[in-house]
């Protein structure tokens, strides 16, 4: 039983450059989420899957886009990185709404 | 949206001493949860926590609901306590993702 793994850990990237994260979890939660973590701030949502076929915006949603590809992964697409887009980025899962949120170990990107 | 402030943004205390770390909240939520980030960025759950009281060895946290406030103490500091500690809400209905704080960054010193 892994929980929720991310991959890759850690990634560079070329501005103008795309990459997908990849979430998956093994613990057959129903919702799933992307965060981002800035120096200093807390989390901040990016995407949320409440359930398998859905997907729906966040706090900071711009220039990013999600698939629910099933109940077990939850991907994270940069189109076109930005600088701005430089942080680490988190996925967790939850098995029922306001339930106790499980997190993966993270993704350092970086956009040069 | 939700606001969640927490307090002290930091804390430097020496091996042994004990702490309350503070979270307060804006609007009544129904879930409530403390996370201790390590230095190596790990997030790891410590309470789950929507009210009441909960205790987990040196750790203890309570949560007034109707206040709209939750308290983290941490009690015989040790080195490895040292971290960021966040606070996380939701408020009630559908599944939209907690609320994040932006932490309180406690050093222990030896």
């Known amino acids: 039983n892994a929980g929720v793994t991310q991959t890759p850990k850690f990634q560079v990237l070329k501005t103008g450059q795309s990459m997908t994260l990849q979430c998956a979890q093994d613990?057959?939660?129903?919702?799933m989420y992307w965060y981002r973590q800035d120096p200093g701030m807390g989390l901040r949502l990016i995407y949320y899957?409440?359930?398998?076929?859905?997907?729906d915006k966040g706090e900071v949603p711009n220039g990013y886009n999600v698939s629910r590809l099933n109940k077990r992964e939850f991907s994270l697409r940069l189109e076109s990185a930005a600088p701005s887009q430089t942080s680490v980025y988190f996925c967790?899962?939850?098995?029922?709404?306001?339930?106790?949120?499980?997190f993966g170990q993270g993704t350092r990107l970086t956009v040069v | 949206g939700i606001q969640v402030e927490q307090s002290p943004p930091d804390l430097i205390l020496q091996e042994g001493a004990n702490s309350t770390l503070r979270c307060n909240f804006s609007?009544?939520?129904?879930?409530l949860q403390w996370f201790h980030q390590n230095p190596w960025g790990q997030l790891i759950n410590l309470f789950y926590i929507p009210s009441g009281t909960k205790q987990n060895g040196r750790l203890s946290a309570t949560t007034v609901a109707t206040e709209r406030y939750s308290l983290l103490y941490i009690s015989s500091s040790q080195t490895t306590d040292s971290g960021v500690y966040f606070c996380?809400?939701?408020?009630?209905?559908?599944?939209?993702?907690?609320?994040f704080g932006k932490g309180t960054h406690l050093i222990i010193q030896p």
């Open positions: 967790a899962s939850i098995p029922l709404a306001n339930t106790e949120a499980f």
């Open positions: 613990m057959n939660h129903n919702s």
């Open positions: 609007d009544s939520v129904n879930n």
């Open positions: 899957s409440a359930s398998e076929g859905t997907t």
């Open positions: 996380a809400v939701e408020r009630g209905g559908g599944a939209d993702g907690l609320t």
